[in-house]
């Protein structure tokens, strides 16, 4: 039977029918969303580096995650679209912004001010690989001979930068060492956030950004770190509320569609862009140790991005809720009115067999 109705026969028919597969991929918009939050983080990490000059730390992660929940607040959605957060996501919400809000930016911010931009973008590319090992420990992310030579480059790369800014003095290898414990806290952050990628991004978004900035402002405040002028922070809340709380939102749209570690992994052409724009602002020539950690990193991510998965397997009986589509193959209950477009309430989900290819979303974390 024709899958396709509506296509021809012939060269051109089967170049179409190659597209339409192509655009149905289950990796293809989460690989999307996870772009779209590469490129603004990315992009984020040498401007916060030239407008935190002179600030602290905390005051400078204050306002990113002030920017962030304001973003945060302005996309809300209805609870007919997208599921609220639950009185039973607190401590995974308290934890993400412990380590996500408060923890993560604060370290990187230090970190910034005392290495070069371009080394600390790419450093943070092995944010992946802590995000990776965590999805496969606490959610049993698939995790195949491919994923592991991929991670197992990127720390190749992460490694090779460590010697090269090693060789740099010691000033420069704790700005780096710094930088490395804030891509650890935004490993462990991501992960827990996976518990939450079926909820309302902006809502998860302005609730972690919202405890992140307090915390920050509070430690700012008490440490008596400087005030910053008036472009400075409008200038780091515009960063916090693009590189932060749009890449967020995206990161999360990344996760519901095809898992953490995925995400993690495709997030990790951050660095690169951070890299590339850091250049741009005149920072140091690359060496060729970090040349060669560049090269390496981006050969996992590549690796990574390649893996395809598809077989037969068993969807168990599943009540959630969550924003969906009817057109999906996996939601088929009924409604006395059938909504269209994507929509949210709590439904049931019967056992069903069948064979496609997959991504460890919410409908696929059967065992292998």
């Known amino acids: 039977m024709n899958r396709y109705p509506m296509v021809g026969h012939g060269l051109h028919g089967e170049i179409t029918r190659t597209m339409t597969d192509f655009l149905h991929l289950p990796a293809l918009r989460g690989g999307l969303f996870a772009l779209l939050a590469a490129a603004l983080f990315g992009i984020s990490t040498p401007l916060v580096q030239k407008l935190g000059v002179g600030l602290g730390a905390f005051s400078t992660a204050a306002l990113l995650y002030a920017g962030a929940a304001l973003i945060g607040l302005l996309s809300l959605r209805t609870a007919a679209h997208e599921a609220r957060v639950q009185r039973s996501d607190i401590p995974s919400l308290l934890a993400m912004a412990g380590f996500g809000a408060a923890l993560g930016p604060v370290a990187l911010a230090w970190g910034l001010q005392h290495t070069s931009g371009a080394s600390a973008s790419l450093m943070l590319t092995l944010e992946a690989l802590f995000t990776a090992t965590l999805a496969w420990w ?207 309430h709590k439904h049931t989900h019967e056992p069903m067999t069948h064979a496609h290819p997959h991504a460890p979303d919410v409908h696929h974390q059967h065992v292998h």
């Open 138 to 344: 606490l959610y049993s992310e698939t995790m195949d001979r491919r994923v592991w030579a991929a991670m197992l480059l990127l720390l190749a790369g992460g490694m090779a930068l460590v010697l090269d800014q090693g060789l740099q003095g010691g000033v420069q290898l704790m700005g780096l060492l710094a930088v490395l414990l804030a891509t650890v806290a935004w490993g462990v952050d991501n992960t827990l956030s996976r518990g939450l990628a079926e909820r309302d991004p902006s809502q998860v978004v302005m609730a972690k950004a919202t405890l992140g900035a307090v915390v920050t402002a509070a430690l700012a405040v008490s440490t008596g770190e400087p005030w910053p002028s008036l472009s400075a922070a409008l200038g780091l809340l515009a960063v916090g509320a693009t590189g932060y709380g749009l890449s967020l939102r995206f990161y999360l749209l990344a996760q519901r569609a095809f898992g953490a570690a995925r995400t993690g992994s495709v997030f990790a052409f951050a660095p690169f862009i951070g890299a590339a724009v850091a250049f741009g602002f005149g920072d140091r020539p690359a060496g060729l140790l970090m040349l060669l950690g560049g090269v390496l990193m981006l050969a996992g991510v590549v690796l990574h991005l390649a893996e395809s998965h598809g077989h037969e397997h068993t969807h168990e009986v599943l009540e959630h809720e969550h924003a969906h589509r009817h057109d999906d193959g996996h939601h088929s209950h009924l409604h006395d009115v059938m909504p269209k477009g994507s929509h949210s």
